[in-house]
């Protein structure tokens, strides 16, 4: 029997509050600068929370004709941008590739309710039918970013779009790797992307009383696990990466960062904002995923968290790492990289693909910002203000949709 697959991250593309391209983002990420600023997109002085997580310096242009601009949502400009980065980046040539075998999964929370749907609303209250620009039905769906990429990236395979919420980065990234092991394809550009900075979004989720009204100081709001948390940062990007067959890879002698060694999902079975069964939902994802990848929790040299500031959540993770994990949980480095970048909500957990693999590279682990306050019920080892060297050999990831879900991936540095 031919054992199964194996596959590995040969390519990564990043665009973010604090870079444009891996090399950017991980030596921000390293040196803790925060991309947490006040709003510059519109006026946010009417709001309990003024500050974002926002991209700066994104020349759509770069990465794509000024005609396919015009029409393209925001994020979809930074979905192309991220995985054309990403294909650089892996020394992937698509045209050597058989068209068919190479796919594309890009997930949204958003979709394009920000800049394209909002744009054409308020166009169209204004001047009715007339008033809204021909593309919006199909520019703010959440296929658009997928769509794109295939079309610039000239790909054949199939195109899938996830949207499950703030566990949309990591899902898309399982899907990928499924398709590779059942030999549906050869290699996959997965991710995720998001641009949810716009009036309306920003307000609903004021309205929900998930933003941080921390004004000590505001550019320090996102501050996971500390104890005067007080709610999430607003983000904004992309990260994109290319898997494929261990096999394919070495082949073509392709850069590998990490192997993708285990999954596993848990669901509260509810729909709300604050669920008590949250930690034993994501308790059970990270068994889950221990148990796929054949590893024990004293095998886990680092978690990059979900982490995203809101004083329960922060606080049943913490105890889901306890209760599955059991003293193990002590000794593991834990960090939020949220405390720099925000939470980009669909976009969040592909963040946090993408700095997981640069950590196994680089032995080295980010460090949770703005952590000044213990909170008592929060006792783990947080890697606080200053990043760490630390061998990273197999590393958790999770992450938590306001649905329900959670999804658990384990990464680990090659061994052949």
Known sequence: MRSPRRVVVTGLGVVSPIGIGKVPFWNHLVAGT?????????DAAPYPCRVAAEVKDFHPTDFMHVRRTKHRGRFSQFAVAAAKLALTDSQLQVERESPERVSAC????????????????????????EGIPVMSGIEYAAHAPVSHVSVELGLRGQGMT???????????VQWAVSQIKQDKADVVLAGSTEAPVSEFCF????ALGALAKFSDPELAASRPYDRRRDGLVLGEGSAVCV?????????RNAP?????????????????????????????GITLALKSADRSPNTLDYI??????????????????????????????VSSIKSMI??????AAAFQVAATCLSIQNSIIPPTINYETPDPDCDLDYVPNIARVSRVRTALINAHAMGGTHSVLILGALQR
Request: proline share 2%; net charge negative; glycine share 12%.
């Open 34 to 42: 925060s991309g947490v600023d006040y709003i510059a997109a519109f």
């Open 106 to 129: 890009i997930g949204t929370a958003m979709n394009g309710s920000g800049d394209v749907y909002e744009s054409a609303r308020t166009s169209f209250d204004k001047s009715g039918l």
């Open 162 to 172: 996830i949207a499950s919420a703030c566990s949309t980065g990591l899902d898309a």
């Open 203 to 206: 307000a609903t989720l004021c």
């Open 243 to 251: 898997l494929e067959s261990l096999e394919h890879a070495e082949e």
């Open 256 to 284: 590998i960062y990490a192997e993708v060694i285990g999954f596993g999902t848990g669901n509260e079975g509810g729909f709300a904002t604050r669920t008590n069964a949250a930690e034993l939902a994501l308790a059970e």
């Open 304 to 333: 990059n968290s979900h982490g995203n500031s809101l004083p329960d959540y922060d606080l049943v993770e913490t105890r889901a790492f306890h209760r599955a994990l059991g003293p193990a949980a002590y000794s593991i480095p």
């Open 342 to 347: 925000g939470h980009a909500l669909g976009a």
